[in-house]
Structures are given as structure tokens and as C-alpha cells.
Nanobody, 124 residues
Framework: QVQLVESGGGLVQPGGSLTLSCQTSGFTSAYYVIAWFRQAPGEEREGVACIGSTEGRKEYADSVKGRFTISRDSAKNTVYLQMHNVQVEDTADYFC?????????????????WGQGTRVTVSS
């Protein structure tokens, strides 16, 4: 059974840092693009970052470039999203998703498997 389980969300102050984790199981994650998406209340879901099978292939949304870093530990079947200098506008539910490597990108329609999400709230 394919599963993606996010963790690490919570309350963080503006300017702070947080690391989200996406634990995958039921499929060989090394053969999949893993992405992070987010959805703020009343907003459409947007792609945040994605990573291919190697550390060399990554893509970021302009809104998070220079602040967020995506990485993967294939031995642990886990993908991380390090969030630095978070801002109030980063408040959202964050989801990880998986797609075959050929579908690399930050368009949610590319992704077949989704986690349930973890909430990040940035507030002072």
C-alpha cells in the first residue's frame, strides 16, 4: 500500500525555522519525484519544491527560493523540507506527493500519490 506521511508541522515565529518530513512506503521512492505542495486557507494549492532521484535535480517556487531546501534520504525513504526565515505567508497545510520521474515539476496534476498533510502556522 502506497503511503506518504508528513510530519514536523507546528507553530513557528516569523523569521524562524522548521523542517518537515515526508516518510514514504509501499513503493520504491527512489524512482519517483517527491514534491511538497501547500494550501493556505481560501487559496489554491501551490507547488513549493520537488526533487528527482538525485540531489542534483530540484525545483523551487519563486516564493521560497533561498529560504527553503528540499532533500532526500533514500535509505530512510524520507524527503525533507527545511524552511528558514519563514514568513506569515508561509502559513498553510503542507502536503508531499509522488510522481514517476518522467513527470518532474510543480504542477499538482502530475502527482499520483498524496499524503494527508501537516499544518504550518507562522505567527508571533
Amino acid at each position: 500500500q502506497v503511503q506518504l506521511v508528513e510530519s514536523g508541522g507546528g507553530l513557528v515565529q516569523p523569521g524562524g525555522s522548521l523542517t518537515l518530513s515526508c516518510q514514504t512506503s509501499g513503493f520504491t521512492s527512489a524512482y519517483y519525484v517527491i514534491a511538497w505542495f501547500r494550501q493556505a486557507p481560501g487559496e489554491e494549492r501551490e507547488g513549493v519544491a520537488c526533487i528527482g532521484s538525485t540531489e542534483g535535480r530540484k525545483e523551487y517556487a519563486d516564493s521560497v527560493k533561498g529560504r527553503f531546501t528540499i532533500s532526500r534520504d533514500s535509505a530512510k525513504n524520507t524527503v525533507y523540507l527545511q524552511m528558514h526565515n519563514v514568513q506569515v505567508e508561509d502559513t498553510a497545510d503542507y502536503f508531499c506527493a509522488a510522481a514517476p520521474l518522467i513527470r518532474f515539476g510543480l504542477v499538482d496534476a502530475l502527482y499520483d500519490y498524496w499524503g494527508q498533510g501537516t499544518r504550518v502556522t507562522v505567527s508571533s
